[in-house]
């Protein structure tokens, strides 16, 4: 009796306070989300009806949330590796458009059985989706150049280098701008009959319980949270911190890679991605929302997909822009991202524990 006492006790709903922190932006981004519908839209019921209902009126609607949540896990998961190692490396945009060149290549060029064909062209964009992530790395040591800047023209750099490999060698002469047809055998397949759900999810599964257990249950894991919490500390513990940086990079950018191969065989008939991806800003979000936690992130991710599917079928049916979804994102990130915000709770409550640890100390010494 008196250990659940203790264990009672022990609980305080302020260890968990920067989940709570985030739960409350959220809800506060969709109230006053809410309250600009009411103020811009003829029919603001039938608005926030369709965008917080529509993804579940149908079947085909709620596994179109799941698939466009994927690629979210995937660069969600990956940018998780290389920000925990503490560089603040954003070239998953890179990894992930190359990753769904070199997965195009691979499906166009190289005829292989079913199975074996998706495995390699994943592989492939694995292994280039990893080393394009460590080059700013590798840059910043030899010329100092911030990793933020190399980061940003990596993904312009790739981008453009991807563009005009598919343009000089996989494009078709006829028709409207595209790469030749993927075969059947390099697609993921689809999972459920009349939706768009396809393979790549359980590929999706099994890479997010792989980072789970690489970053919570592995001294890899551990050497890469020390080494991004405390540089000076890590190296002092006799942490090989440049090697745990460039393999926490690899792996990240491979995990983008494989997103970006796998959206682009999964979704797509052909390569036809004109423009950068963006998705690096994406995955920028999920990771604040999930406060970098891996379990975290396919919630989040999925949470987002959700938000942007709802406000596609809310345009369809009034008078609103799916584009509210983005302000929507703007406000989450502000308050996120703001230091101060419910900061004064959190004050509050650390100065009343002060002062109850300091009573109980001067009783114990009277």
């Known amino acids: 009796m008196e250990n659940k006492k203790t264990n009672a006790k022990k609980f305080d709903v302020m260890n968990y306070f920067s989940v709570i922190r985030i739960a409350a932006a959220l809800l506060l981004s969709i109230v006053l ?14 608005a926030i009806q369709k965008l917080m209902l529509g993804p579940l009126e149908t079947k085909r609607s709620f596994f179109n949330v799941v698939v466009r949540g994927i690629p979210l896990v995937f660069t969600g998961l990956g940018l998780t590796l290389c920000l925990k190692s503490g560089i603040f490396n954003i070239s998953s945009d890179a990894s992930f458009y190359m990753g769904a060149v070199v997965a195009t290549a691979i499906a166009i060029s190289f005829p292989l059985p079913n199975i074996v064909h998706q495995a390699v062209l994943i592989i492939a964009a694995a292994i280039v989706g990893g080393l394009i992530s460590m080059l700013p790395v590798i840059v910043n ?52 009959q009349g939706t768009t759900l396809h393979y790549g999810f359980l590929v999706m599964i099994a890479v997010t319980i792989f980072v789970i257990i690489l970053m919570n249950k592995t001294s890899f894991g551990y050497k890469v949270r020390v080494t991004g919490s405390n540089l000076d500390f890590a190296k002092a513990s006799g942490i090989k911190t440049n090697f745990v940086i460039l393999l926490a990079q690899f792996i990240g950018g491979a995990i983008a890679g494989m997103g970006g191969a796998i959206e682009i065989v999964g979704v797509y008939k052909r ?29 989040t991710a999925f949470f987002i997909a959700y938000l942007r599917v709802g406000a596609e079928i809310m345009s369809r049916a009034t008078d609103l822009d799916p584009e509210i979804v983005t302000f929507l994102q703007g406000i989450i990130i502000f308050l996120v991202a703001s230091q101060k915000f419910l900061y004064f709770i959190k004050r509050r409550h650390d100065q009343k524990m002060s002062l109850k640890q300091a009573e109980e100390e001067g009783g114990a010494a009277v």
């Open 33 to 46: 989300v809410f309250v600009i519908i009411f103020f811009v839209s003829e029919t603001p019921g039938l």
């Open 271 to 299: 390569f036809r991605w004109q423009s950068q991806t963006n998705y690096v800003w994406d995955g920028l979000l999920i990771y604040m929302l999930s406060n970098g936690n891996p379990t975290y992130i396919p919630l």
């Open 141 to 192: 040591k030899y010329t100092k150049v911030n990793p933020v800047v190399l980061a940003i023209m990596a993904n312009s750099i790739f981008y453009y280098l991807g563009l005009s490999i598919v343009s000089s060698f996989f494009l078709e002469p006829s028709g409207s701008w595209g790469s030749y047809k993927f075969p059947d055998h390099a697609r993921m397949g689809t999972m459920i």
